[in-house]
């Protein structure tokens, strides 16, 4: 009987024993087999979200994203595996299952409210965005292991899951034959031990090596603790985590390995106040405890560990270096004594992620509030901006007065004509002219005026003018007076054209040449005389031939021989040397002679002879001769003229005409200059910016000066700096970027001229080697603002004469007028199409470039993405907030979309909070991107108003594209207005088309 009882007992110490080895193995076993588990169901939703989203750019709507999905998942050899490939989609608010593949079968499950977070839970963070996996019940109310992940740029989710019941099913069957074999095996096994007892503990040992080595090859700290928080098992894994060795650890508290403050507080985090407290006898007197009071100073206790839980703590190495780690903590047992698994990670890298992103958050906080702080600057500065706009206003008006008076007292006739010809306005020189009153013209047309032998040329140029055959005309002409008399005159003008290309006006200037016309009659008549008394004047001529180095006379006439003072028969055959004829002068025709039978062609030559006359005295003739070879003969014909008197006329003449023409020269230059500085006022007034107004100068000022070198600068926005836009010649001996204070113009506000004799005036910005001859410096100023200046140079003296020095200050004059008006101008150009709030293009701007872009698109045959964007809830928001903060997000959601913008796209204020982009070629799927990117952006905008944190806001999206949606602006807007309104109707914070 005693060796029953003690076999029964080792029987049943064996099978206890057995069964809670084999219980742990089994237990980590399904452990190590659950983390396997969910690693491939993560891996297996990642890649299915990564199809989803290549997918999602080939497929054009969901219907076929399903199907392709469906038909790839039965081609997967996955398919016929275990478990469940769920793909869902949030709907306003509920959770649409589309796709559900499960032991190769496809359904659609019932969807179910979003609100039920119990319910479907892995599908709710999937939709949310979270990727990860989890134990927790699924749309049927079962408990599943699953991954999710949500499809990126869309509002998808996939969750790959497998039943929980049907995980645990293998292990529970192994537990079970586990305990019958641990049964079984412990009773033969306590009878073996009689007999066999060291085999039998050779097995234990290799079973527990088995067990050991699995905690051991765990990829992280695996820490197994008493209920006392003693370590009883430490892998090498935490060895390297914590960088204690086993021996080190092992029967100490878990303390040692985590930061605490005082004793207790770590086991509190991990397990609750009382996790760890030992189980007190039955028959104590804390037995009796049945409630802890709580005081009001005091916190409430942590409460208990559930069966497995995770704790974020701060962990503490050997060196003494502090870490964060995540634990899960597991309670292995129940009952009087209890041991705890924990699995300890490090998540320094993590938290070093969180600390980054958080970082970030606090600097676009920072960055918004400045924006909003510049913005509030710009507005200020706009209210300046306008009050100056209002003092241009009556600056222009005195500019115009200004050019009244000019145009009344200029010295030359001026002249306003329709197309038709008939006058519209003339200035009283001009009616001077004519002997005609201003009214009187006003009647007549300049084909009435004009003589008719200059009325052909003069309709003809002037038609060639209208049609734009002709920029402009400068012609001579003859006008007829009231009284009937010639007069010539130089019309000069061109016609001013409205912004539509038609004639408005022809402006012209008549300049009277009366006198330059006579004096060239004159000369003309001078002429004539000469011709004829050179005609009627008997010449010498003859025939020569050459010897050696002299010339043989073989005929002259008479005017020849009474020349010299010879007989007819006596000059015959006689040398030019017997007849008195200087060397230097045979010399002379023997040259011309060989050169004219070389060229084959006469030659004439002018040359001195000096002749004897009464009393010893001698007369210096000038003679012009013509020398021609004879065709086969070695002789040359010569005509030779007495030119002294013509000579000393010609000199006079030339006199006469260089006057003349330095007059002419002088006048035309005036003219000339004239007309140019008109070019240059019309380009200059028909420019739109000041770089097109910079272009015109550097293009159009170098002609004005054209004797001189020089160039012209303009003052920066901070007007520290001058800067050269124009340049012109080859002697600009100047910086072309200095400060204002190196300019004695500029300085002193007045018009500087300096010569070479007076080298310390120089401006500063001027070089001195070379040193030029001469400078002028004239600033740009109007209104009394300085705006520039006008810089000439010349190498020589007298170029910069007084009437050029006047002519400058004219150009100046008008250079800084048309740059102030040109600045004027363009700020009021773009407060014309730009929204003050939103600094975007208002809507009369975007209809007009609409219609462009649908002109353009259609002859192109490409395509128009249009985005309307309204805000959504803005009236409760304006309600909560006020509308200060309403404009506030206004003015920050257009600058979030001029950030958006491409090179082509167009934004603009559509109306109240409804804001427009205008996508050129762009397709619907690019379209839809943008418009999605656009959404999700604004969900991430920060807003701030008097130190009160505002809530974010969404928006909702309607999306029309030309030409599917409509051929013409205005269909294309209300296409996406129809949009718009289904996207607020659906639930808003979406993108809706208008077929849906």
Known sequence: MKNRQRLGLLILTMTTFSVVVAGTGIYFLYQTALQQEQGRLVDKAKRQARSLEALKGKEENEEALVKTLTETLKASPESSKTGEILLAKRDGDRIVFLLSQRNNQTSTPTPIPLVQQDRAEPTHKAILGESGSLIGQDYRQIEVIAAYEPVADSDLGVVVKIDLDEFRAPFLQIALLGIVAAIVASTLGAIAYLRLSRPMLKELEESERKNRAIVETAADGVIVIDDRAIVETFNSSAEKLFGYSAKQVLGQNIDNLLLSFKEGEVEAALFGTNALKPTPPQ?????????????????????????????????????????????????????????????????????????????????????????????????????????????????????????????????????????????????????????????????????????????????????????????????????????????????????????MGDVEYFLGVVEDVGDRVAAKSALMATESTLNSFYNSTSMMMGIIELIDNDMRHISDNAVTTEFFRLSPITMHNQLASDMGVPEDIRRYWIDHCNESRQIGKPIQFEYAYEMDVDDGETDIRWLSATVCPIPGQQRFSYMVEDVTERRQQAEALRRTNEELEDSTLELDARRQGMERLGELADFLQAS????????????????????????????????????????WGTHFNSETIFSPEDSWALRRGKVHWVDESHPRLLSKHVHSDPMPAETLSVPLIAQGQTLGLLYLTSPERGILSPGRQQFAQTVAEQLGVSLLNIKLRSNLQIDSVRDALTGLHNRRYLEEALEREVYSAARQNRAIGVILLDIDHFRNFNNTFGHEAGDLVLKTLGGFLRRSLQKA???????????????????????????????EGVKHLNFEYSNQQCDRISVSIGMAIFPQNGMTREALLHSAEMALSRAKVEGRDRVCTPEG
């Open 905 to 935: 796209d167009l934004a603009a204020r559509y109306g109240g909070e409804e804001l427009m982009l205008v996508l050129p070629d762009s397709s619907w799927e690019e379209t839809k991107v943008r418009a999605e990117q656009l959404r």
């Open 688 to 727: 739109l910016t000041t770089e097109e107004a910079y272009n015109v100068i550097a293009e159009l000022m170098a002609p004005l000066f054209p004797t001189c070198s020089g160039g012209v600068f303009v003052l920066n926005e901070g007007g520290n700096l001058v800067e050269a836009i124009a340049s």
């Open 283 to 499: 028959n104590s007197p804390e037995s009796n405890i049945q409630e802890i009071e709580v005081t009001p100073n005091t916190s409430p206790p942590t409460p208990p560990l559930p069966m497995s839980a995770k704790r974020e703590l701060m962990g503490q190495r050997q060196d003494g270096t502090i870490f964060p780690i995540e634990i899960a903590a597991s309670r292995l047992t129940k009952g009087k004594f209890k041991r705890y698994t924990l699995i300890v990670r490090d998540i320094s890298e993590r938290k070093q992620a969180e600390d980054a992103l958080k970082r970030l958050n606090e600097e676009l906080e920072l960055r918004v509030e400045e924006r909003t702080t510049q913005l509030m600057s710009l507005n200020e500065e706009l209210l300046h901006e306008m009050a100056e706009r209002n003092h241009a206003e009556e600056s222009m008006q005195e500019l115009d007065k200004r050019f009244r008076t000019l145009f009344d007292r200029s010295g030359v006739g001026i002249i306003q004509t329709n197309k038709s010809g008939q006058f519209l306005k003339v200035n009283p020189k001009f009616s001077q002219l004519l002997g005609y009153s201003e009214g009187e013209l006003q009647e007549k047309t300049f084909q009435e005026l004009t003589h008719a032998e200059d009325l052909g040329n003069a309709i003809a140029q002037f038609r060639q003018l209208v049609e734009g055959d002709l920029s402009h005309i400068s012609v001579e002409q003859r006008y007829l007076n009231k009284e009937g008399a010639e007069i010539w005159v130089n019309l000069s003008g061109s016609v001013v054209r409205n912004p």
